[in-house]
C-alpha cells in the first residue's frame, strides 16, 4: 500500500529512508467498503483522505436529491472544510467502491511535520497546486455547457464513466439521467455521421 503513496511523493521529493519508515510507522493505511459513508451533513472530523485504490464522492442533499460535486480515485487527495475550520460539514463524503485510503488528522500532521520539516514544504507544495487545479476546474465548469463538460470528463477522466453510477455522473455534470442519455446519443451519432 505504501508504494503508490511513496509513488507520489516522488513526483516532488525523494524521501529518505527515515522519513519512509516514519510515514510507514504512522499506520495510516484504512480499508473501506463500497457504499461506506466517511461523513455526513452536519458531522464534524478532522481527518484528510488520500486515495490509494478506490473512488470517493462528495455530495450534498437538496430536497432529498443528491447532488454530486466531486470525485477522488487513485492518487488523488481529499481534505474536508469541517477538517480545517472545525465546523459541521455541509456535504457527504462516500465511497463509490471498495477503498484502501491513507488517513491523517490535524494532530498526526503536526507531531511528524516537527519532526520532519520536508514533509510540511512538500504538503504546502501539493495543496497549492491543488487549489490552483480546483480554481481552474470551477471556471471551467461555470462556463461550458453540460455537453462540454461531459466532453471534458471523457477527455480527462474516462475511467470514472465506467467506475461511478450514471446517475451520479449525471448529478456531478448538473444533469438529469435522462439528459445524460440525451447527450451520449447526440454524440454517438456525430461520431457515427
Known sequence: MESQLFDYIAQYITLTDEERNAIIALNLFRRYPKNTLLL?????????????????????????????????????????????????????IDCVEDCILSVGTPDLEKDTFEKYPRLQSLCLSISEEKLAENQASYFRFKNSTAEQRYLHLMENRPELLNRVPQHQIASYLGVQPESLSRIRKRLATRRIA
Open 40 to 92: 455526513r451533513q452536519g458531522e464534524r472530523s478532522n481527518k484528510s483522505y488520500f486515495v490509494l485504490k478506490g473512488c470517493l464522492r462528495c455530495f450534498y442533499l437538496v430536497e432529498g436529491e443528491e447532488k454530486t460535486t466531486e470525485f477522488y480515485t487513485e492518487s488523488q487527495s481529499l481534505s474536508p472544510v469541517c477538517a480545517v475550520n472545525n465546523e459541521p460539514s455541509e456535504y457527504y
